[in-house]
């Protein structure tokens, strides 16, 4: 069974300070990978999708790489602003299913 | 206006009650899912449907009834509602194995 895991479960950091959020997953078999924000009490955003051919993708200041032997994601945010807080969600596709499998998140408080 | 839509966004209803949780996409995605997000469990999926007519089970769908007429709408019904089921319920939509884009979200209290 599929099980996507993020640390650090919450990181605070100063604004302006590069910083890199990470997912592992115990089965390599995925299809794509998808990134998303979730800010206190509202729904999902997505962030970047990374398809299982493509080691990784680029959205303004977040870069999202993808590892499919090691089993890991990162998601890399460039100086860092305090409207990024909110909380970071890593979801795989499995090969098997059609359906997103989630991590727990990272919530993530950045500082001015 | 294009996007996902769910409705209502906050319901309180009691135990043992029927609710039926509503979902709408204007982007004519085969694919639509539900999911409950706790804390603790984070998101798991209850029920997805790859097309009209066509559903499956997800990782928690006992006490769930799901249905779709047409590819636009997926409503979630709680069949006799349990303080279990209190939760946030989100609504998603996609084309096969591509980007999935969530509602707003139904958060749901059972009383």
């Known amino acids: 069974k599929q099980e996507v895991t993020q640390i650090p479960a919450a990181l605070s950091v100063p604004e302006g300070e590069n910083l890199v959020l990470n997912c592992s997953f115990t089965?390599?078999?995925?299809?794509?990978l998808q990134w998303f924000r979730q800010d206190p009490g509202k729904g999902l955003t997505s962030l970047l999708l990374?398809?299982?051919?493509?080691r990784e993708q680029t959205s303004g200041r977040l870069n999202a790489s993808l590892d499919k032997s090691s089993g890991r994601s990162t998601l890399y945010i460039a100086a860092s602003q305090p409207g990024d807080s909110a909380t970071y969600l890593c979801?795989?596709?499995?090969?098997?299913?059609?359906?997103?499998?989630f991590g727990k998140g990272t919530t993530l408080s950045v500082s001015s | 206006d294009a996007g996902i839509t769910q409705s209502p966004r906050y319901k309180i209803t009691e135990t043992g009650r029927q609710v039926t949780l509503m979902c709408h996409q204007t982007?004519?995605?085969?694919?639509m899912f539900w999911y409950r997000q706790d804390l603790g469990h984070g998101l798991r999926l209850i029920y997805y449907?790859?097309?009209?007519?066509?559903?499956d089970k997800g990782e928690v769908p006992d006490g769930y009834v799901v249905s779709r007429s047409k590819t636009e709408n997926f409503p979630l019904t709680l069949e006799s509602a349990t303080r279990s089921q209190t939760s946030v319920y989100f609504c998603?939509?996609?084309?096969?194995?591509?980007?999935?884009?969530f509602g707003p979200g139904t958060r749901l209290t059972v009383t």
């Open positions: 998603a939509s996609s084309s096969w194995g591509d980007e999935q884009y």
């Open positions: 089965d390599s078999a995925i299809y794509n």
């Open positions: 990374i398809q299982s051919s493509q």
């Open positions: 979801a795989v596709y499995s090969q098997a299913g059609t359906a997103l499998i």
């Open positions: 982007w004519s995605h085969s694919y």
């Open positions: 449907s790859a097309a009209a007519d066509i559903t």
